[in-house]
């Protein structure tokens, strides 16, 4: 049995406010050409680096867990690389370019200033060769900042209302990851920004690993933890291509699960 690839640690944050009908997130597509979900809409996030660990108390202010700091850290810095926002006091917009994040926060005597809330933790299945141990952060933007797609990892940003990127993946207009997806139902049952914030700092947050279990028709479908035949599937493996293969073939609202194979 092949050794399932150890996942990366890294974080994710949904970048919220209150819009004239409702709660809006900042969701961005990936580019087409992008080894891993391309096309699909995501919110900000990336691999926490050395770096993050090493400057989050230093340049993240807000009431935040010291604990989560290097996490909370690397989904600031992946935001401002991906679309231009800093969450500084005040925020702003402005392109990143060719610049490192942390000396252009320094030459500027500049931190990040947030509030952030960790909701949900989401491992990658373990079939998969590029895995992710990501943490799902939450933060309300106040100011009138305008995303700055980096045109590389992202190449459109939108701010959509929840139940519309739901609608949209349904259609298959959207490619949306199953964990994206989730997380889209989660704000949807929110009234606004304070509301889910309120809700996040409830959550008791637990680690979910999905298992992909391919059937007899060679369709495949994730089990999720609690749910029949998850504690079977934990020392079966899949080929890569196999898999892939078997995405591709589903047609409709099923295939938003399955973006990391696309």
Same mark, same amino acid.
């Given at each position: ?5 150890? $996942? ?61 700091? $290097? ?9 401002? &690389? ?86 949209? #993946? ?6 949306? #990851? ?48 609690? &749910? ?31 973006? &990391?194979? &696309?």
């Amino acid at each position: 049995m092949t050794t399932p690839v150890t $996942p990366r640690p890294s974080s994710t944050i949904c970048l919220l406010r209150d819009g004239v009908d409702g709660m809006e997130v900042m969701m961005g597509r990936r580019s087409p050409t992008a080894r891993f979900m391309a096309n699909a809409w995501v919110f900000p996030g990336g691999r926490v680096d050395e770096a993050d660990r090493e400057r989050a108390a230093s340049l993240v202010q807000g009431n935040n867990p010291p604990s989560q700091l $290097p996490w909370i850290l690397a989904a600031l810095r992946e935001t401002v &690389e991906e679309a231009g926002v800093w969450l500084t006091e005040p925020p702003r917009s402005e392109a990143l370019g060719d610049r490192d994040v942390y000396d252009a926060l320094e030459a500027a005597g500049e931190t990040f200033v947030a509030e952030v809330r960790y909701f949900a933790n989401w491992i990658t299945p373990a079939d998969l060769p590029m895995r992710y141990d990501a943490r799902f952060f939450a933060t309300v933007v106040t100011a009138d900042v305008r995303p700055v797609p980096d045109d590389q990892e992202i190449v459109e940003i939108q701010w959509v209302r929840p139940r519309d990127v739901i609608l949209r #993946a349904a259609d298959g207009e959207w490619i949306v #990851a199953f964990p994206t997806h989730v997380t889209l139902e989660q704000l949807a049952k929110a009234s606004s920004t304070g509301a889910f914030m309120e809700t996040a700092a409830t959550i008791d947050v637990e680690a979910v690993e999905p298992r992909i279990k391919m059937e007899q028709d060679g369709s495949i479908r994730l089990v999720l933890p609690g &749910e029949p035949e998850y504690d079977e599937l934990a020392d079966l493996r899949y080929d890569f291509d196999e898999l892939a293969a078997a995405a591709r073939r589903l047609q409709g609202p099923g295939r938003r699960r399955f973006a &990391e194979l &696309e």
